[in-house]
C-alpha cells in the first residue's frame, strides 16, 4: 500500500485510521491533491487563517502545516487519522479542531470544503460558512468529479455566490465560488435544519441533524431490531454501539427502566442528535451518557451488560468490514462475562462467522429476507 504522498515540494507519511493493510484503502485521494497544487498557486500569505472541512485522514492538515488551521470534521475517526498523521510527520501546526456544529472564527481567509457524501450535510455546512466567514475569503470546494453534481453547485450559489467548476483532473473537480453572500445572515441556531419523523411504535419523536444515517425514516434493519430489543436488562448497563440518532439505545432504556444507557459513535452529529432524542422523548433521562469515540477503543474491560450494534459495511464510498470487525472485537473486551451482544445486519454480510470466530457462539434471534439479528455471548 502505497502510504507516501509527494505533494508541492513535501513528502508526507499518510495512513487512514484505522491503519489497514487493504491497497485499496488510501488515505488520500486525487481531489485533495489537486485542491494543494492549487493553493500552492495561490502564495498566500504564511500568517492566512485557513478553515479545513470534511479533511477525511488529515492530508490537508499535514500538507497545509505552516499556516494557521481551523479543522473541521463530523467524524472521530478522522480526527484521529489527523492527529496521527500530523505526529509521524512531526507537524506541530497551529491548528485549532471544529466540531461540526460550531461556527468558524470570523478570520478566515481561504476556506478548503471536500464536498461530503451528504448533500444536507453539504447544505449545513455552507450554511455555517455563509454565518460565519468574512466576505474576503476565498471558497473552495472539491471532490472526484462523479461527486459533483448539479445539486450542490446549487447549494453553493445558494449560500456563497456565484460558482464555477475546474476542468477535470484525475478524475477529480475543483469548485470556485465568490463571496458575494458570505456574512450575509446574522449567527443562527442550525438546529432548525434537523428532520423529525415519528416512530408509533414507540411514541417515539426522532430528531435528525444534517448527514446521519437514515435521517428521514427508520432504516428496515433498525425496524426489525426495534422488534427485538431485549427487555430484561434490570438495573444493567448498555451501550448503544454506532447509535446513529440513538433509536436502538432509546428503546433499550424505554424497556428497561432501571437500565442506563450509553450512546456510542464516531458522528458528532449522531451523538448530538442521540442526545437531543433522551432529552425529547425520556424527558433528559440522567441513566444516559454520550461519547464521541471511536467504537469503543479505550474502553475498560467487562463493563457492560448488553450492547446492541446496527453495525455499517463500508468507510467513506468504500465498502469494508474493518470497522465490523472492530465493534465486534470492542464489544467482546467490553463485555461483562454473561454480557450480551445484539446486532442486526444483512444476510449476505455473514456476521455470524465472524462473531462465531470472536465469541465462539452466535444464535439467530430474528431474521426476514434482507436482514438478521443475532445475539452472542461472553
Known amino acids: 500500500m502505497n502510504t507516501l504522498l509527494d505533494i508541492n515540494q513535501q513528502q508526507l ?9 487493504d491497497d485499496n484503502l488510501q488515505a488520500w485521494d486525487s481531489s485533495d491533491e489537486y485542491v494543494l497544487q492549487h493553493v500552492a498557486s495561490l ?4 500568517a492566512a487563517n485557513i478553515l479545513v472541512i470534511n479533511d ?5 492538515a499535514c500538507a497545509l502545516s505552516q499556516y494557521k488551521l481551523h479543522w473541521q470534521s463530523d467524524s472521530y475517526i478522522s480526527k484521529c487519522a489527523t492527529e496521527n498523521n500530523l505526529e509521524d510527520n512531526q507537524l506541530t501546526p ?20 471536500k464536498l461530503p457524501k451528504s448533500i444536507a450535510m453539504l447544505e449545513q455546512q455552507l450554511a455555517m ?10 471558497i473552495i470546494g472539491f471532490a472526484k468529479a462523479k461527486d459533483v453534481h448539479n445539486s450542490g453547485l446549487a447549494l453553493f450559489e445558494k449560500f456563497i455566490g456565484t460558482t464555477t467548476t475546474s476542468l477535470a483532473k484525475k478524475k477529480s473537480r475543483l469548485i470556485f465560488s465568490q463571496s458575494q453572500k458570505l456574512a450575509a445572515q446574522p449567527t443562527r441556531d442550525f438546529t432548525a435544519k434537523r428532520m423529525v419523523w415519528p416512530i408509533a411504535q414507540h411514541n417515539f419523536t426522532i430528531d435528525n441533524y444534517a448527514g446521519v444515517f437514515a435521517n428521514n425514516k427508520l432504516d428496515i434493519g433498525a425496524q426489525l431490531m426495534l422488534q ?5 436488562l434490570h438495573d444493567g448497563y448498555a451501550i448503544d454501539l454506532g447509535c446513529g440518532n440513538g433509536v436502538l439505545g432509546l428503546s433499550v432504556a424505554a424497556k428497561n427502566p432501571n437500565a442506563s444507557v450509553r450512546f456510542v459513535d464516531e458522528s458528532y452529529m ?5 442526545k437531543l432524542n433522551t432529552e425529547k422523548n425520556l424527558n433528559n433521562d440522567q441513566r444516559c451518557e454520550f461519547d464521541w469515540h471511536d467504537c469503543l477503543s479505550d474502553y475498560d474491560y467487562d463493563q457492560a451488560d448488553l450492547i446492541v450494534c446496527n453495525p455499517p459495511f463500508h468507510q467513506l464510498a468504500t465498502v469494508t468490514d474493518h470497522i ?5 472485537n470492542d464489544a467482546y473486551r467490553t463485555l461483562k462475562r454473561g454480557g450480551k451482544f445484539r446486532i442486526v445486519g444483512n444476510r449476505h454480510l455473514g456476521y455470524h462467522i465472524k462473531l462465531q470466530r470472536i465469541f465462539d457462539n452466535c444464535i439467530t434471534i430474528a431474521s426476514n429476507q434482507k436482514f438478521v439479528i443475532l445475539e452472542s455471548t461472553k
Open 270 to 274: 449522531a451523538v448530538a442528535s442521540a
Open 43 to 46: 502564495a498566500l500569505s504564511e
Open 129 to 138: 460558512i455563509q454565518a460565519s466567514v468574512p466576505s474576503s475569503a476565498i
Open 324 to 328: 465490523a470487525w472492530q465493534m465486534f
Open 94 to 113: 497551529d491548528i485549532t479542531y471544529l466540531d461540526s456544529l460550531t461556527l468558524a472564527p470570523s478570520s478566515i481567509d481561504l476556506v478548503l470544503i
Open 13 to 21: 507519511l499518510l495512513n487512514r485510521f484505522p491503519i489497514s493493510n
Open 228 to 232: 427485538n430489543i431485549p427487555s430484561d
Open 56 to 60: 477525511t485522514f488529515g492530508t490537508l
